[in-house]
């Protein structure tokens, strides 16, 4: 008799290891989604900040001069990386860019003084371009501000569509973790079905009945969040060790980020659908619970 009303008991619980199992594989697709997105920014990030505005300066500018600009230059926000290219380094950069020695060429044309920077991502768009292009270029020996005007432009509608795919992505993927977290709850709550109408039978109130099953789905989010983001570090290290260059991709804030943010996903949906299906068994009825 004992034996079989521990079996009943046993069979009443509800299954925590496949709850928890199966949230922790939806919270890592999450975490995915999450990494991908992380990266993505980084490497638009990367691309932008290696865009180069070239100044070129007049041969008879004094050095004087072109100090003030460039101190001018370097105090400017968007400023990421400066340097001064002088004539003689300007003609072994051609050299080098050309192949050959093309020094009879080279004296004739007298390649220009440069001050060449790299700005931050932020600033790398076609109206902020054009805005700094116009204010170096009133400086008296200024010669000419070039920068890959083709290349910011696609560069802009590129960026703006890779973003809105991963918008798109995020959002769909964020309603399918939620649904599967919601149906795996409801699952591993169908087994205790009985236990709660019996509970509310014998005059229990519906607080005193949710609250150690609230607090159960509690700990479980959480052990499911701490195992999702667990994987994907895993796989973070796993990746850079495979990778040449992915561990120049890493966000560590943005990544601690993700894993509090897969912590309380776990967390707020699984209450969210223990409360809701403890709710749903305390309204049936005796005979619709079979």
């Given amino acids: 008799m004992v034996k079989a009303g521990r079996a009943s008991i046993k ?28 990266s993505g920014r980084k490497v638009i990030r990367s691309i932008k900040e290696n865009v180069e505005v070239q100044v070129f300066l007049k041969q008879n500018a004094k ?44 004296d004739n044309s007298l390649l220009p003084p440069s001050i060449n920077f790299k700005l ?16 170096i270029s009133t400086w008296p020996i ?9 290349v910011v ?4 509608s590129n960026f703006r569509m890779v973003s809105i795919s991963l918008l798109i992505a ?11 977290i919601d149906n795996t709850i409801r699952l591993a709550m169908f087994s205790n079905r009985f236990l709660i109408k019996t509970m ?15 607090i159960r789905a509690i700990i479980n989010g959480a052990i499911s969040g701490l195992l999702a983001t667990a994987v994907v570090y895993l796989l973070v290290l796993g990746l850079e060790s495979f990778i040449d260059g992915f561990r120049k991709l890493r966000d560590t804030q943005s990544l601690l980020l993700l894993g509090f943010v897969l912590i309380i996903l776990g967390i707020g949906i699984t209450v969210f659908s223990t409360h809701r299906s403890v709710l749903k068994y ?9």
């Fill in 11 to 38: 069979r009443g619980k509800p299954s925590y290891f496949m709850s928890i199992l199966g949230v922790t594989l939806v919270l890592f697709l999450m975490g995915i989604i999450g990494l991908l997105t992380i």
């Fill in 63 to 106: 050095d004087t001069a072109r100090q003030r600009l460039q101190g001018y230059i370097e105090s400017q926000p968007y400023v990421r990386e400066l340097k001064y290219t002088d004539i003689e380094t300007a003609k072994k950069e051609w050299v080098k860019t050309g192949g050959e020695d093309f020094k009879e060429f080279i």
């Fill in 120 to 135: 931050k991502a932020e600033y790398i768009d076609s109206a902020q371009l054009a805005a700094i292009k116009d204010d």
């Fill in 142 to 150: 200024v010669d000419e501000v070039k920068y890959p005007t083709a």
């Fill in 153 to 156: 432009d696609r560069m802009a």
């Fill in 170 to 180: 995020a959002i769909i993927i964020s309603a399918v973790v939620i649904i599967l």
């Fill in 200 to 214: 509310q039978m014998v005059g229990a109130t519906r607080w005193y009945i949710a609250k150690p099953l609230d």
């Fill in 282 to 290: 305390l309204r049936m009825k005796l005979d619709e619970l079979y």
